[in-house]
């Protein structure tokens, strides 16, 4: 540990292994975005990542004025010269494709780079000084890998519904899209609305969800007020045994749920769904929200009843107004479960006109349906819940602390 808290070998141990990160981030971005063959040289990598760790600590005091924009100068066109060996392409890749990616890999890099050993010298380095440079490279690792696990994926899936199936067909793994074709790109989505009626699955999903929130809401923030401040008999077993229903499998519920649908005549119906989705989400409802009355100062709610309101006045008036961000955390959290639900809809409905959209994009995995229209209806699908949770996310936390007690 010691021989790592070296300047000289601090420097070009992390400038190696951040030239092999960006060299694979930057080939995988390149590939996806012009559809071309960009792969990365790890061997490379790793000896351009290492010369200019050193470089970078060895000129970590260098003068100021012209020196130093002499330095910068040489460093561009350094870090741009190392993104053509970072970088591996096919043979039918373009030049200017090529010079494009050794471009963002050179500037990314010796951007970052100057970042991430800031503060490391060619000499011994102090502990702090050490971890911080240690620090620095695994938060930008770790940026680079969450952003790659969350952005690929919808990448992935929104380039494929925007191209067209001979163009599926002639590549699988392009996902470059031509701008020239305007709204003939589009052309799934339209598809998806105008023939297979994804504007009913839409509102249906919808109108399920909010029900469910209701309903989940209107039998959660009672029971979870009764465990959380009155005593019955009971009442820890109750509050510890609330979840116990998950660890029952859905799948093992299934055919119970089938039969006694069937035989009340609630399958295939959109009011068999509402029923059954709540009782998924209670429990959970139920465990988030009395964690959270218990969170909050008993001696509010006394101050309510000495001032000659009911219990149930007391809810309404002081425990839900305190309890509006738990409550609203717990209402998307409801409304995501209900929105994504597959299973329960794909065994209970089979008319196309109550189909929710999970059940929906489910129908169109067939062979006699392109491909494209998946990924559409999936995008469909993930959009309106993304934009939902990222609109009230800034919600969930406000005012947590509200109705606390001074002194």
Known sequence: MQALRQGYVTGPLLGALWLVIL???????????????????ILLSL????????????????????AKALILAGAVVFTVLLGFGAMVTGANVGAGARILGAAILGVSF?????????????????RHEFEEAVIRFLTGFGYIFFTAIVLIPFYVMVMTSLK????????PLDFSIDLSKGADLFRSYNELFGIYGFGGYLWTSFLVSVLTVFITLAFSIPGAYAVARLKFRG???????????????????????????????????????????????????????QGYFRGLPAEVEEAGLMDGLSRLAVIWKITLPLSLPALASVSLYVFMIAWN???LAFM??????????????????????PRQHLMAGAVIATVPIMVLFLGLERFMTKGLTAGSVKG
């Open 341 to 343: 639900e597959f299973l």
């Open 235 to 289: 009442q820890a077993a109750f509050s510890r045994s609330i979840l116990l229903i998950y660890m029952v499998p859905m799948i093992v519920l299934a055919l119970p749920i089938y039969i006694a649908f069937s035989l009340t005549g609630l399958r295939n119906s959109i009011l068999g769904i509402v029923m059954i989705y709540p009782v998924t989400t209670i429990p959970v409802a139920l465990y988030m929200l």
């Open 164 to 171: 067209s199936q001979q163009a599926l067909l002639q590549n």
């Open 47 to 66: 000896v351009w990542g290492a010369i200019a760790g050193g470089c970078v600590v060895a000129l970590a005091r260098s003068p100021m004025g012209w």
């Open 23 to 41: 060299a694979t981030t930057v080939a995988v971005a390149m590939s996806f975005a012009t559809g071309d063959a960009f792969r990365p040289s």
């Open 110 to 126: 010796g951007v970052s780079l100057a970042a991430i050993l800031a503060g490391v010298r060619a000499g011994g380095l102090t």
């Open 348 to 369: 209970l409905l089979d008319d196309p006109s109550k189909f929710t959209l999970t059940r929906g994009i489910a129908s169109l995995n067939s062979s006699e349906i």
